[in-house]
């Protein structure tokens, strides 16, 4: 089993959609969890951190379930602009060090 | 003003070969990273080093092997280049302490191996 998975899409949506990604992790000792957000041929930037309680920034709504290992991405009003692969990461081994395990991503495709 | 840059951007080379690819971050982290991304997206760590100590070594052939001058360089250099290699190498630095870091990565060196 890796040790986070992420539906590889592509998600296709038109403009002003509402899309949810979702993700598993493996590993219950993690601490850490973000998104972060790869343009193609483009290196990856952090989009948002997650928190245990839920966070939003914007149009972006961030959840984690330690409980079920699972998190989410949810994203309203899509933009043209926010076509790009959003991967899942996770740290990996409960903060001792900065090791971040990274999904595959998911590749959103938002439509005119 | 980049954060964090690499040299080169693009690299062509022939199995066998010998080649370096530098790192650079001005952004006072002390903690620098190289990943690898695959021909299939997939981004995996392979070294870590904090105020130039190795902490991350992953399971990467020792035909890989980074150093770090200063806090602020992270090199690496890979012997007897094979196909396989090719990739897009990506840098990262960050500031160890906060537990919600951001890593910052370069823009990436994509590495061609004929």
């Known amino acids: 089993r890796k040790e986070v998975e992420q539906d590889p899409g592509p998600f296709n949506v038109p403009e002003g959609a509402t899309v949810a990604f979702n993700c598993t992790y493996s590993?219950?000792?993690?601490?850490?969890f973000f998104w972060y957000r790869q343009d193609c041929r483009k290196e990856p930037k952090l989009l948002m951190s997650?928190?245990?309680s839920g966070n939003e920034d914007g149009r972006f709504t961030a959840q984690l379930n330690r409980a079920s290992q699972y998190i989410s991405l949810l994203i309203r009003d899509s933009k043209l602009s926010d076509s790009a692969t959003y991967l899942c990461?996770?740290?990996?081994?409960?903060?001792?060090?900065?090791?971040?395990?990274f999904g595959t991503g998911t590749l959103l495709a938002v439509q005119p | 003003d980049t954060a964090v840059s690499q040299t080169p951007k693009y690299l062509v080379t022939q199995m066998g070969n010998d080649k370096s690819i530098k790192c650079e971050q001005n952004?006072?982290?002390?903690?620098m990273y190289w990943y690898k991304q695959d021909s299939k997206k997939f981004l995996k760590i392979m070294f870590s080093?904090?105020?130039?100590?190795?902490?991350i070594n992953e399971t990467v052939p020792n035909r890989f092997s980074p150093k770090s001058p200063d806090k602020a360089h992270l090199n690496l250099h890979i012997n007897s280049l094979e196909l396989g290699d090719s990739a897009v190498y990506f840098c990262?630095?960050?500031?160890?302490?906060?537990?919600?870091?951001?890593?910052?990565f370069g823009p990436g060196t994509r590495l061609t191996v004929t």
């Open positions: 990262a630095s960050s500031q160890v302490g906060d537990w919600n870091y951001e890593q910052y």
């Open positions: 952004l006072g982290h002390d903690t």
């Open positions: 990461v996770v740290n990996s081994d409960g903060g001792a060090t900065n090791k971040l395990i």
């Open positions: 590993n219950s000792a993690s601490q850490s």
């Open positions: 997650v928190y245990s």
């Open positions: 080093y904090n105020n130039k100590e190795l902490i």
